[in-house]
């Protein structure tokens, strides 16, 4: 006793309807995989500039907040090796020793962040500045270019304002 017709009420989808979201879905995945595949690599030059970036506003910010001066470090390749550091101003403090006296006990810079940049990333001209932020939000100040492959950037961190700006050149 085989019951070869189909039974009423029943609910499901058919082969064709199966087949057709399959292939919306495969469209879909080929139009996006190569954008989420490129979202992830970054080009070096950029890296770098919000490595720049991104310490110099820590800087400035910690040095108004904190109301003490911090000092960054930007070495451009100078000898051989390109990177950044960020120091804390060094502290005095006062103290005192058993007999009345005062003594000031000085402490020596403390490091606060670094970064390395990526070798293919060449600097015009290669050099070491060193940049103090002020706690009134000013900066020496820094001009210089960045290049990669056939980019070129030029960085400058304006004195009054501390803050930084990236052109293509």
Same mark, same amino acid.
């Given at each position: 006793m085989f019951h070869t017709g189909t039974v009423r009420g029943a609910r499901g989808f058919t082969m064709l309807e %199966?087949? #057709? %979201? #399959? =292939?919306?879905? *495969?469209? %879909?995945? *080929? #139009?996006? /995989?190569p954008a989420l595949r490129k979202s992830g690599d970054r080009e070096p030059l950029d890296m770098t500039v919000e490595m720049i970036s991104s310490l110099t506003a820590r800087a400035r910010a910690e040095a108004i907040l904190d109301r !003490? $001066?911090?000092? +960054?470090? @930007?070495?451009?390749? *100078?000898?051989g090796e390109a990177g950044l550091a960020l120091y804390g101003l060094p502290e005095n403090?006062?103290?005192? /020793? &058993?007999?009345?006296g005062r003594v000031e006990t000085v402490m020596a810079p403390q490091m /606060?962040?670094?970064? !390395? @940049?990526?070798?293919v990333v060449g600097f015009e001209p290669p050099k070491v500045l060193e940049v103090w932020f002020r706690p009134d939000g000013?900066?020496? =100040? *820094? &001009?210089?270019?960045? $290049? &990669?492959?056939?980019? +070129?950037? !030029? @960085?400058f961190l304006e004195p009054s304002t501390s803050l930084t700006m990236v052109t293509e050149q």
């Amino acid at each position: 006793m085989f019951h070869t017709g189909t039974v009423r009420g029943a609910r499901g989808f058919t082969m064709l309807e %199966v087949m #057709i %979201v #399959i =292939g919306i879905m *495969a469209m %879909v995945m *080929a #139009i996006s /995989l190569p954008a989420l595949r490129k979202s992830g690599d970054r080009e070096p030059l950029d890296m770098t500039v919000e490595m720049i970036s991104s310490l110099t506003a820590r800087a400035r910010a910690e040095a108004i907040l904190d109301r !003490r $001066k911090r000092l +960054v470090i @930007f070495n451009l390749g *100078a000898n051989g090796e390109a990177g950044l550091a960020l120091y804390g101003l060094p502290e005095n403090r006062p103290g005192q /020793l &058993e007999d009345g006296g005062r003594v000031e006990t000085v402490m020596a810079p403390q490091m /606060l962040g670094t970064n !390395r @940049f990526p070798a293919v990333v060449g600097f015009e001209p290669p050099k070491v500045l060193e940049v103090w932020f002020r706690p009134d939000g000013t900066c020496d =100040g *820094a &001009e210089f270019d960045m $290049k &990669e492959g056939g980019r +070129v950037y !030029r @960085f400058f961190l304006e004195p009054s304002t501390s803050l930084t700006m990236v052109t293509e050149q």
